[in-house]
Every structure is written in C-alpha cells, then in structure tokens.
C-alpha cells in the first residue's frame, strides 16, 4: 500500500502477445495520484490492450505492476473495485434506460443507499430529465456522459478512459475535459488514451506509445525538448508540391501541411534555415521559425517508430 | 447498366468459400448435420421395436404355458424376463416402465383349455406410446393360433377347429384407447421448452460478448457464477409459463388424463428447466456470437428430438443409440411427463429418471462456469 500513496500506476515491462504479435512492449508508466496522464499513439499501437493489462482485464505474458498499490495481476478483484475504465467503444446496454443502466451498475459494486447514489449521478452530470431514455438512443455526446458517470458511480480513485471523445462534438469535448480536471482537482488519477492534440496539451504528463512500444515520456514540454526539432513555418499557396520537393532535402526530416501553411522540421535550426532559403528562393512565400508543437513530434515520432519497425522487420 | 460478369461473380463465389472456411462452426454444421442425421435414422431410429421387455406371470406351468412364453420370444417382438413372483411387483414393473408387457395366465388355464373352455390370457401393455407396442400386440393372436396348432396334436387334435382355442385379452394400460396424443402433447412440452429455453439462454452470454458489453462486465466485480445463474432465472420463468400454456392445451383441446400430481409436474418442469438453460449458458459461454450459438442449439437439439423418444419409440432404438438417449434429460422428462400424467406414479417410481437430469445439470453448470473467462485472454 505504500506504493499506492506514491504511483496510482506503476508498471514495468509489460508484455503482451497476441499470437505471433508483440502487441505491448515492455511498457513502463508511472502515474502519479491526481495527475491525468495522456496516453497517445496510432491506432493498433497498443493503447487499448495497455489499458485492459493495467485493470486487470488482461494477464500480461511478463512483466509486473500495481494500480493503487494492487498487483495487477494477483489482486485484479481490488482493482476492479476501485478503478472505473470507460471503454473505447460505448459498453453499456443500449435496451436499458439511462436510469436502468446507473442501478445496475451500482448493483455490481455492491454500493449502499443505490437510489440516491443513482440520483446523483443523475443530477451531477445533468443526465435527471433524460434517467427514463433508452441508452441506444442517446446521441454521442450524452453516451460518453453517461459511460463517464457509470464509471465514476462507485467513487473510484483511478479513472482509466480509453478514446472517451472520440466521435464527440467540440463542445461536449471541452465540457469532458472541464470535468476531468475537477476530479483530479479532487486527488482523482486520470489515464486517458487520445487522438486529439488539443486534449494531449491540457494532459498533465502524456506518453507516447507506438507499435506496441513506449517512445516518449514527460510533460509536452519535456517530450518536444526530447524530440530536439527545429520548425520552420512556411506561408502560402501550392504547399503540397513545396512540402515534396522538400521533404527530399537531407536537412529535412519532415513536412506537415496545415491548411495554408507548411510546418518544415529538422534536427538542425540553421541548416534547416538554409535549405528552406535556398530551394524556396524567389517564390514568394513567407517563411519563419516557429517553436515546434506536441504535433510535429508526434509526427516525427511515428515516422521514426515505423521506420525502426519496417527495419526490424526486414 | 453492365451486363454480367464472370469476374464478380467468381468474386463472390471466391469470397462465400473463403468465408464459410474460416467459419468453423457453420462449415462442422454443413458436414455434420447430414452425418448425424444419417447416423440416427438409418441405425438407431426404427419405428418397428422388437426385444421388448415383458413379464410372465404362470400360475401354473404346464408343457402348453411354456411353448407360447417360447414363441413369444421366438417372435422377436417379446424379451421375456425372469418370471416375476406376483402381479403386484409385475405391476410395478409396469409403473417404473422397466418392463413394456406383463403376460397372465390365469390358474387353470391349462386346464380349461384342454377341456376346451377357450380360457383367455391376459396382456397387459404400456399402451403411453402406442406406436412402440402396437406392432407387438397385433402379432399375439398370430402367436397364439400357431402355438395351438403345434401343440395341440394327438389327442387333443379334436380341440384344433378354425377358431383359435384360448383367447389373448390385452389391456392398454394407461392409454386404453391407443390415442397418440396422450403421448405426443406431454411430450411436446419437453421439445418446446429444450428448444426455446436452450436457444433463448445461448444468446445471452453471446450476445453481451457480441455488442461489446461483455466487456464492461468484466470490469465490474462481479463473478462468474453470479453471472451465469443470474442471467438463467428470467428463463427459468419462462419455462414454467410454457409449461403451463401446453398443460392447459394438453387438457383443453386434447384431453389428455391429468392422473398424478400437478405439483410433481411442475417440479419436474423444473428440474428439466435447469438442465435446459444450464446446456443453454454453457453453449453461450462456448460460442462466440450469436450465429454459432443457434447453431449449437440446433447441434444439441437434433439428437434430443431424435433419441429421447419423442418422435420415435426409445425401445426400437439399437443398444447403444438407448445409452446416448439416456444422458439427454429430454428423454427422462419425456417419461417423467407421461409416468406423472399418465400413470399416475409417485416419487419412488420416478426416481429413476430424476438423478440423471440432476447429474446431467451439475455437469453441464461445471463446464458452463470453468468456460466463462474472467479476462478478455
């Protein structure tokens, strides 16, 4: 149990095998309690079997690991009881009203004074003139509402959330995130698997995981430090056939087209500088530095992930 | 608008092959099906049983007794046993339904007949289902003109005229008039509910898996076997109203004798309402969507309908054709139904098919819950 006053996770060299694939690679996390952590990654690279390894869900091949001081492996009851993990896709049962959905849950954890339990969830998550509405029914937006307040119903310590937005409208996203930060404000630890790098930025710490194995760790700060890349912001217009024509330069290591402009990066800030100069001469485009974002690194670090990988393979 | 085209159309066909070959279920099905059912109705179904079991009864032996016991066994039909003692335990016999036919012959008979007082020798038959004893029965007046014929030489060749010199009276017992529904309407009760309830509780463990939900279960604290009773009692419920739809027909339209307890026949719905769904969540826990859970059904229901007696006399059936038949807990519901119904049995007597269902149930429940996985592995 001292462990759990210091990690809400620790794990270490997690490995999971399905078949002949090497789905988790020796993953370690360290989570601290009320920080919510950003787990971030391709799909198929590992994020959803890590989640399912950490409740329990999973037994993994080697490795060892606790969530709230509980053995992941051994004690798979306790961390039932006091982890709520929301799945990916929405589980819960679309013949039930919303209401019928948040008692049955309660029933599951065995929770004393139900009714009211269930009232306050209700009320708490503005889901009360809704409680009689068949869960299939409900739009996007209000079943992530309700996973998320079915997996809070029984007070749990760690939130494990896998993709909760995806397919949820920007409003309902914000209000999610709002409500994430009030339950880690609360001492709550949050583990959440995302696309959106706009919810990697409010994480607290984030990782990154692809092909199975971890490639970064730290705050967004720490993670674009580590990546130790340059950009270069070019304005204009015909940025598709720049960003070809550039991407072959040796200083280049990648070009990410957003919209009208052209983010360029590279190891080295002034040889970045120079090839831009050179091979754009005279086509009028604005051309500046910029300080690189969590997205260029993410980028660049599936690139080098997959280019590791199809070496390994070969 | 095109025309058609070989190419999509062998595309399709490429694709139905491919797909039926990694779908082991239904491919085992497309093989099995015609195998089983060519194994069952061209070996063990035969709706023209001979061997049957039957009692003898002689008050007095006599050369004469002992050549018509020897012809009914030469006849095939007749699978005489060990003379029983007295009618009672003959009769009991009866009720139990280990012997089909208890065979009489009065005190005196031998002797009235040589008298030529045309005596009379009493059958009595377990007429519950009259196809399985109606081929035997219509043979003794046959047996019985042979056998005078034979033996009634010399002296006695006098009491050999056209008509036959002693009677056979058989008595139907339970089901004097022969009537087919008397045994077909309890037995459908049991054919319903094993398909419904097997079919209905298959889906609900396949089902969670399928929609996703499984998942969510797992993540609970909740336990397998709080699970996998608590998802069989609405069934349970459901049976009984079955139960009570056919009873109520069975009276209604059918007439057909209520002569034992109700409350034993409820009891018994029960218990084969246990081994229904304890086979169905099992299967649920086996397949891995709802398609290969129907499937399964289907899979356990052919042989139940075909070997439990149902559909086709179980004493018929070659010897090792009647030991599958009894494992299946139709097969004891089946005689429970009609020992209950038409006979009239108590506890004692129905014992006998009482165990094999409990057994049957512990067994199944066992693999039901060592098959549920705690983890998504």
């Not at chain 2, 066909?13 to 797909?19: A, N, P, S, Y």
């Not at chain 2, 009769?91 to 005196?108: I, N, S, W």
């Amino acid at each position: 149990m001292t462990i759990g006053n210091e990690w809400a996770i620790a794990v270490d060299g997690l490995n999971k095998h399905f078949g002949d694939k090497h789905v988790v690679n020796n993953l370690s996390l360290r989570v601290r309690p009320g920080e919510i952590f950003g787990f971030l990654g391709p799909n198929g690279s590992g994020k959803t079997t890590s989640i399912r390894l950490m409740c329990g869900l999973l037994t993994p091949d080697s490795g060892s690991g606790s969530c709230l001081g509980y053995d992941i492996v051994r004690e798979a009851e306790q961390i039932k009881r006091n982890v709520g993990y929301m799945t990916q896709k929405f589980s819960y049962w679309d013949d039930l009203t919303i209401r019928e959905n948040l008692d049955f849950v309660a029933r599951m954890y065995e929770m004393p004074d139900r009714s009211a339990v269930v009232a306050r969830a209700l009320d708490e998550l503005g889901l009360a003139s809704r409680a009689g509405q068949l869960a299939g029914s409900l739009s996007g937006g209000w079943k992530q509402r309700l996973a998320l307040a079915a997996c809070m119903l029984h007070q749990p310590r760690l939130l494990l959330l896998d993709e909760p937005t995806a397919g949820v409208d920007p409003t309902a996203r914000r209000d999610f995130w709002a409500e994430l930060h009030r339950l880690a404000a609360k001492g709550i630890s949050v583990l959440v698997s995302t696309h959106y790098m706009d919810e990697a930025e409010r994480c607290h710490k984030l990782a990154y995981i692809a092909y199975g194995s971890l490639l970064a760790q730290g705050t967004a700060g720490e993670i674009v430090a580590a990546a130790g890349l340059a950009t270069v912001c070019v304005r204009g217009s015909g940025l598709g056939s720049v960003a070809e024509q550039l991407e072959r330069h040796p200083a280049v290591s990648q070009t990410v087209v957003f919209g009208d402009t052209l983010h360029v990066s590279g190891r080295d800030l002034p040889a970045l500088q120079h090839a831009v100069g050179v091979e754009l001469a005279g086509r009028g485009l604005g051309i500046e530095v910029i300080p690189t974002g969590l997205e260029d690194v993410f980028i660049h670090l599936m690139k080098q992930a997959r280019d590791n990988f199809a070496g390994a393979d070969a | 608008m095109s025309g058609w085209s070989w190419t999509r159309w062998w595309g399709i066909v490429l694709k139905e092959f491919r797909q039926l070959r990694r779908d082991r279920v239904s491919f085992a099905m497309v093989i099995g099906v015609p195998i089983i059912q060519m194994v069952l109705f061209g070996y063990a179904i035969n709706s023209d049983p001979r061997h049957l079991p039957t009692a003898v009864i002689v008050h007095e032996p006599s050369e004469f007794t002992r050549s018509f016991v020897a012809a009914m066994q030469h006849s095939s039909y007749f699978d005489v046993l060990p003379a029983l003692d007295s009618e009672a335990l003959a009769t009991a016999a009866l009720d139990r339904g280990e012997v089909m036919f208890v065979l009489t012959v009065p005190p005196g008979f031998t002797r009235s007949l040589l008298r030529g007082e045309r005596p009379d020798l009493l059958v009595e038959a377990d007429a519950t289902d009259p196809t399985a004893t109606g081929m035997a029965l219509s043979v003794l007046p046959e047996l019985a003109r042979q056998v005078a014929l034979r033996e009634l030489d010399g002296p006695w060749l006098k009491l050999r005229p056209a008509d036959p010199p002693f009677g056979v009276i058989v008595h139907r017992r339970y089901n004097p008039e022969g009537i087919t529904q008397y045994n077909i309407i309890p037995g459908l009760m049991g054919v319903v509910m094993s398909m419904t309830l097997v079919m209905m509780t298959g889906l609900a463990m396949t089902r969670e898996r399928e929609r996703g939900t499984m998942e969510n279960l797992l993540a609970t604290p909740v336990q397998p076997l709080e699970v996998i009773t608590g998802k069989i009692v609405p069934y349970v419920l459901i049976g009984l109203v079955q139960a009570t739809v056919i009873l109520l027909g069975a009276r209604g339209l059918f007439d057909v004798p209520f002569s034992g307890n109700l409350l034993a026949v409820y009891l018994a719905a029960l218990l084969f309402i246990a081994a229904s769904l304890a086979v169905g969540i099992t299967l649920s826990s086996l397949a891995r969507n709802q398609l290969q859970a129907v499937q399964l059904t289907i899979f356990y229901f052919l042989p139940n309908i075909l070997l439990s007696g149902f559909m086709f006399p179980f004493r018929g059936m070659p010897e090792w054709a009647q030991r599958i038949g009894s494992i299946l807990p139709l097969t004891h519901f089946n005689r429970l139904m009609r020992g209950i119904l038409l006979k009239g049995n108590g506890w004692a007597e129905q014992w006998p098919h009482i165990w094999p269902q409990l057994l049957f149930t512990a067994l199944v429940m066992l693999v039901a819950v060592l098959a549920y996985r705690k983890t998504l592995d």
